[in-house]
């Protein structure tokens, strides 16, 4: 198996809720993991969820052990989905269903690189940038 490099979140007791929404989005295969399926506590709590989509993107999160602190927000991190102008409508389609709720930070438009890109912070707080390499 190759190396893999890929994003991992942490909610405060939302994963299930943002990972099933990623899921909406993106589409693919949702495992998800309970800290009570190990003994642990809250047991409804998401230990660990894997998002893998038929694009091969893999996501994967999980919900802030208790005692742990959460500092969500977009300071220093955005997960990043690229593609050229053949996955034009594609990535448009992620870039409108992650703004439902969330908030647009820059349109989804072309720039004076050539390429359309856009960013939104989706309605967990996650920043999302989408690139349509030009065509």
Excluded at 43 to 59: I, K, P, S
Excluded at 84 to 112: C, I, N, W
């Amino acid at each position: 198996m190759a190396s893999r490099l890929n994003p991992y979140l942490n909610f405060k007791d939302t994963t299930r809720e943002a990972m099933e929404f990623y899921q909406s989005v993106l589409g693919g295969k949702l495992d998800i993991s309970t800290f009570g399926e190990f003994g642990g506590e809250p047991a409804d709590g998401v230990m660990h969820a894997n998002l893998h989509t038929d694009d091969d993107f893999t996501l994967m999160a999980s919900d802030t052990p208790p005692g742990m602190e959460h500092t969500p927000g977009p300071a220093n991190f955005s997960v990043s989905i690229s593609g050229d102008h053949a996955d034009g409508d594609r990535l448009r389609g992620y870039f409108e269903k992650l703004s439902e709720g969330g908030e647009v930070t820059m349109p989804l438009e072309k720039q004076m690189w050539g390429d359309e890109f856009g960013m939104v912070t989706d309605r967990f707080g996650t920043p999302w940038m989408v690139n349509i390499a030009g065509g």
